[in-house]
Structure formats: structure tokens, C-alpha cells
């Protein structure tokens, strides 16, 4: 089985598990293809048999966390810095299963008010972030560069060497494919969080227990 494995503090306990099933025998007979160096260091670490999808373009399942799930199963991903290889991995799986708390979940996507990630190449980032900021002006959104996080004024790159802009929306976003199209328009934009369509179905945690959310 071709296992994509996902990117971020929840997916890197199903990354876990796997590992221990495997470690146990429990598990066999099994390839994973990472979303990130993150994911495929600890992967590798746990002696999970690791490929890439030049190698094996047809996933089986892939399982990842996701930041915004929405009543359709459509996903804002990428706060993890992780969407381009997570779009490629996911888009190439024959399911995606998303595993979430119920923080998770808004009624339309941008809602809740954190980041929706866009990659971008770093050669004119801003004149990009301008770009982006206007393409949604009546939604209130603000484009922000994301930064390294290590209290320096540095940019966050990414494992492919791109920049991310931020966006952060008042109101959510109305018709997210519109949305998605507009954005990929634009030159120099590598990828967007916005993953519609694409989860087969989405395990969510909360208090009263575990809910199983299809399509
Ligand atoms: O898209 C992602 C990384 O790029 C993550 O799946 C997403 O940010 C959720 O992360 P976490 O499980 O840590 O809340």
C-alpha cells in the first residue's frame, strides 16, 4: 500500500502510529510519500519505508491534518507551511482521509479568521502580496509575508524555497473554485491552501467523542 504521509503536529501522530504498527509487524508491506522534510525525517527515523511519487504516482490513501475543514469537506491547508507537496501528494491519493479536532470546523472557509497560505516565488513577493490583497478587498482580506518565526524579520522559506503570503479574511470566502482559479491566475504564485474537493472524508475530535464526517 502507498501511504501519503501528511504534514503537522496532527498528522505527525498518525506518522507515530504508523511507525509503532510496522515496528510491531502489526503493519507491513507498506511505502510512505512525505509531504514535507519535517514529515519525512520523522518517518524515517521511525524506519518507515520511504518513496516519492516520481516513483509511485498512484496513492493509495493519504492522511493529513488540515486547519479549516467546512460542511462540504472542503479544507484550507498550509499553516504548516506545507500545502504545495501537500496538494501533490493528496491529489494523487485514491482517498485522503483528514484527521482534525473540532476547532477545526467553519461554515465557510477564511472564516476563522487565521491564515490561508498562499506559496509564492520569492522574486517580487510584495508586488504579489499587493496583488493578493486586492483580488479580495471586499472580503476584508489582509496579505501578510509569513516570517520565519525566530524573531528575526526573516521570511519563512519553504522546503521547495518559496515564500508564503498570509491571507486573512473578515468575511469568508463565498465560492472557494473561483476563488482558487483567480488566485493560481496570477504569475508567480506556486500554490494555494484552498483544498476543495479533494478529502474523501474527515475524522473530527471533540469533547463528546469522535465524528465521522462524508460526502
Ligand atoms: O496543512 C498543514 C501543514 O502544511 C497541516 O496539516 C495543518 O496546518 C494542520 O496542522 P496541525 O495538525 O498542526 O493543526
Redesign the pocket.
Known sequence: MVLGL??????AFVVDKLGQLLSTGQLSNIVGIP??KRTQEQAASLNIPLSTLDLHPHIDLAI????EVDPNLDLV???????LR?KMVEAASSSFIVV?DDS?LVSGLGGSGLAMPVEVVQFCWKYNLVRLEGLFKELGCEAKLRLAGDGSEKPYVTDNGNYIVDLYFKNPIKDGFAAGKEISAMEGVVEH?LFLGMATSVIVAGKTGVEFMTK
Open positions: 501528511g504534514t503537522g503536529s496532527t498528522a509531504t514535507s493529513d491534518g488540515a486547519d491547508k498550509g499553516r504548516g507551511g506545507a500545502l501537500e482534525a477545526k491552501g
